[in-house]
C-alpha cells in the first residue's frame, strides 16, 4: 500500500500534445506494457487549455476538486462533480473559462488495450514531433512524410508506439456519465460510516463511491484500488492522510481508514481484467510481422 500527499508534489508541465497550458501532479501508476497499466494524478488546466472532440481505447475516472471543465454537448463539471469516461465513447472539445483542478484515474479497459504511461507518451511526442507538429491536440503531419496527414494527439503517438493503426473498441456506454454527488443522501454502511455509490461500469467491473466516515469511525476498504481524501484527516493502516492525500491498493491489500476528524473518501475500483493478459501481447506481435 502506498500512501502520498498531495502537497508533498510539484507540478510539472503536461499534455503537451494537447493545446494550452496544463500542469499535473503525479501520484500512482501501474505496469507499463500491461492490459491494467494505469496513472492517477491531480491536473490543474488554464483558461487557454483546449482539446479536440475525441474519443479514447481506455477508461476514465474524473473528480471536479475545484474550476469548471467543460465538455461540449457532454456537459460541464463543476467542483464536487464526478464523471466516468468510457473507452470508445466521444467527449469535449474540451476547455476552461479559467484554471480549474481535477482528480483523474485513466487505466486500461474491458477491451484489453491498455493504457500507456506517461513516460511512454512524452517519448512518442517527442519522436512524432520530427515527422510534424502537434496544434489543438491533433498531430499534424508534415507534407513530405508518409502516413495519415491529421491525427488525434494521443492516437497518433499510440499508433507509432505500436506500429500499427488504432482500432477504438466500441463503447459500452455512448456518452460520458457526469453525475451530481451533492444530489445523493448517504446511506449507512457500518457504525459512523455513510456511502454514496456512482457505479460499477462494464463487465470488468471498474467501480466508484464515496465514503464518509464520521470522527472516531473506521472503514476497511478493498485492493486494487485508488482512494482520494476528499476532506478530512486520519490514518490508514497506520500512516496518516490529510485532505487530497492518495492512497494506492493492490491485489490483496486490505486497507483500513480510520478518521480522527470526518471525512470523505473517494474510492476508485479498478476493473478486472484476468484472461486478458494475452490479447495485448499478440497484437503487438502481429503488427511486428
Not at 508533498?8 to 501501474?30: A, N, P, S, V
Not at 476538486?65 to 469516461?85: E, I
Not at 500507456?116 to 514531433?129: D, I, K
Amino acid at each position: 500500500m502506498k500512501v502520498i500527499h498531495n502537497d508533498d508534489i510539484e507540478w510539472k508541465r503536461g499534455l503537451q500534445h494537447r493545446g494550452g497550458t496544463f500542469h499535473f501532479r503525479h501520484m500512482f501508476d501501474g505496469e507499463e506494457n500491461t492490459p491494467g497499466n494505469f496513472q492517477f494524478n491531480l491536473g490543474r488546466i488554464e483558461g487557454d487549455f483546449e482539446s479536440p472532440r475525441h474519443h479514447h481505447n481506455f477508461e476514465q475516472f474524473r473528480f471536479q476538486v475545484d474550476g469548471v471543465m467543460k465538455f461540449g454537448r457532454n456537459g460541464n463539471m463543476s467542483a464536487g462533480t464526478f464523471g466516468y469516461f468510457p473507452e470508445g465513447a466521444y467527449y469535449g472539445p474540451q476547455s476552461a473559462d479559467g484554471s480549474g483542478t481535477t482528480a483523474v484515474l485513466q487505466f486500461g479497459g474491458a477491451s484489453g488495450q491498455g493504457y500507456l504511461s506517461r513516460r511512454q507518451v512524452a517519448e512518442g511526442r517527442v519522436a512524432l514531433e520530427k515527422m510534424g507538429k502537434f496544434e489543438g491536440g491533433v498531430f499534424r503531419r508534415n507534407e513530405d512524410v508518409e502516413g495519415k496527414r491529421n491525427r488525434d494527439g494521443y492516437q497518433a503517438i499510440w499508433e507509432n508506439y505500436h506500429g500499427r493503426d488504432m482500432t477504438y473498441p466500441k463503447p459500452r456506454v455512448r456518452d460520458p456519465v457526469l453525475i451530481d454527488p451533492e444530489n445523493y443522501e448517504w446511506t449507512g454502511i457500518g457504525e459512523g460510516v455513510f456511502e454514496k455509490p456512482m457505479g460499477v461500469f462494464t463487465e470488468r467491473r471498474c467501480e466508484a463511491n464515496f465514503v464518509k466516515l464520521d470522527k472516531g469511525a473506521s472503514w476497511t476498504g478493498k485492493g486494487r484500488s485508488i482512494y482520494l481524501v476528499v476532506s478530512g484527516a486520519g490514518s490508514v493502516n497506520g500512516q496518516a492522510y490529510k485532505t487530497l492525500s492518495g492512497v494506492q491498493c493492490a491485489e490483496g491489500e486490505t486497507p483500513v481508514f480510520a478518521a480522527s476528524e470526518e471525512s470523505v473518501l473517494l474510492h476508485l475500483g479498478l476493473p478486472n481484467l484476468a484472461g486478458l493478459e494475452g490479447r495485448l501481447d499478440r497484437a503487438v506481435a502481429e503488427a511486428a510481422e
